[in-house]
């Protein structure tokens, strides 16, 4: 690998690490309730987060691709510093809602962006084939910044709840001056600056035009939203098993090296299996994991989420892979932004559902409605995904644009 892309990679590791290595995620819960919220507004406050990536996602992807994936990126980490130290003064719902906010939009410019310049540095010195591989090692980098991550908040919460949020501040800053060195790699464009026009251009092209693109698009998007739910069921799925607050700082590091030691290896999986029976083997293994938990009562229970996250590091890369081969190049931070504004907005209506039937009907029962929606949706996006195959990335968007 030249050393052009190996710097590029580099950094985008200090991105990936400043936003995944959280130190307030294993003690968010907790710290709610300290400040009287409930199971609910956990999830009211996570469905305000990506309501505000839902607002901005296609437009900042656009943003990428018309001005830069790197002038996104750099956005985006100033944003995420900018949340994180509000989050050190704010009390209350309001104040957490104006937080997670500020975080959704910063999420929204670096979501899309960072997987795209990937890609096209590695396209641009002919090794587009490495990019499972590279995505892989991306996805492994952040799950295991999450993993210890999780100790660490713990034992920052020991202090005090929002003690891991003056340090969590400290870290998203560190994204700014990686974001600022970043190479933009070189690529084929759009035309007509600021035309926002093309954005709706795009999306009809991602969800009508390229089959191959858009269910690949819609199936990640299943999978995602189930895993995004299960990221945050896993700490009131703890409280509702009576785990610990020490096992906290074991439990969740763990399941994040699980997820990490597994997207490492995903391309060799793939290869291994073939397309068409991992994309059947995830859709099934994601729900009928949901189903297996909502009838287990005991600390057992998290041997399922250690296969849960297995899962979730084995498809994200892979699922990544299959949108960009379909992608031309020029809409790449577009399209890949889409796919994360389908989960968010899949989120918000899921995501406080499931929370408020926690509250009211108790976990199992949120379990098991959760799962019974993913199998349904997942197995009809297997379905449609592996009758269509591999789209062509390298057909320029503008062959099938009409502006």
């Not at 870290?171 to 007509?192: C, D, I, N, Q, T």
């Not at 390229?210 to 189930?226: D, F, P, Q, R």
């Not at 290869?271 to 729900?287: D, E, H």
Request: with cysteine.
């Amino acid at each position: 690998m030249t050393a052009y892309a190996r710097s590029n990679i580099y950094k985008l590791y200090v991105i990936k690490i400043s936003k995944w290595l959280m130190l307030t995620v294993p003690v968010v819960f907790l710290f709610y309730q300290e400040n009287g919220l409930e199971t609910q507004d956990l999830f009211l406050l996570k469905a305000a987060y990506s309501c505000a990536i839902v607002v901005m996602e296609i437009p900042s992807g656009y943003f990428g691709d018309i001005w830069g994936r790197k002038t996104s990126l750099v956005i985006g980490s100033l944003l995420g510093a900018l949340g994180f130290g509000l989050y050190c003064i704010s009390q209350g719902f309001w104040g957490f809602f104006a937080c997670e906010m500020i975080l959704g939009v910063g999420q929204s410019f670096i979501s899309g962006s960072d997987s795209a310049l990937l890609y096209d540095t590695l396209n641009s010195r002919g090794m587009s084939g490495s990019y499972l591989k590279e995505e892989g090692r991306l996805v492994t980098i952040g799950n295991y910044a999450e993993a210890i991550a999780a100790p660490i908040g713990v034992g920052l919460a020991a202090l005090s709840l929002r003690t891991p949020f003056y340090f969590q501040a400290v870290v998203a800053l560190s994204a700014v001056p990686a974001s600022l060195l970043l190479f933009e790699p070189p690529r084929r464009k759009m035309g007509h600056r600021g035309n926002f026009r093309q954005i709706f251009e795009i999306i009809r092209y991602a969800l009508t035009r390229n089959t191959a693109l858009k269910w690949s698009i819609l199936y990640s998007a299943v999978i995602g939203t189930a895993t995004l739910t299960m990221a945050w069921l896993v700490q009131p799925y703890f409280v509702y098993l009576s785990v610990p607050l020490a096992l906290y700082g074991l439990f969740l590091p763990a399941l994040n090296l699980v997820a990490g030691s597994v997207s490492m290896h995903a391309w060799r999986v793939e290869k291994k299996v073939g397309r068409s029976r991992l994309v059947f083997f995830i859709a099934l293994a994601i729900p009928l994991i949901y189903l297996v938990l909502s009838q287990l009562q005991s600390l057992w229970a998290v041997g399922g989420l250690f296969l849960f996250y297995g899962v979730r590091g084995l498809a994200t890369p892979v699922l990544r892979n299959y949108i960009n081969e379909s992608t031309p190049s020029e809409i790449r931070a577009t399209v890949l932004s889409l796919r994360s504004l389908i989960i968010r907005f899949a989120f918000v209506g899921m995501g406080p559902f499931l929370g408020w039937q926690v509250d009211r009907s108790g976990m199992p029962v949120a379990l098991f409605i959760g799962g019974c929606v993913f199998l349904v949706a997942a197995v009809w996006g297997a379905f449609h995904l592996t009758r269509e195959g591999q789209g062509d990335a390298m057909a320029p968007f503008w062959a099938e644009e009409s502006l």
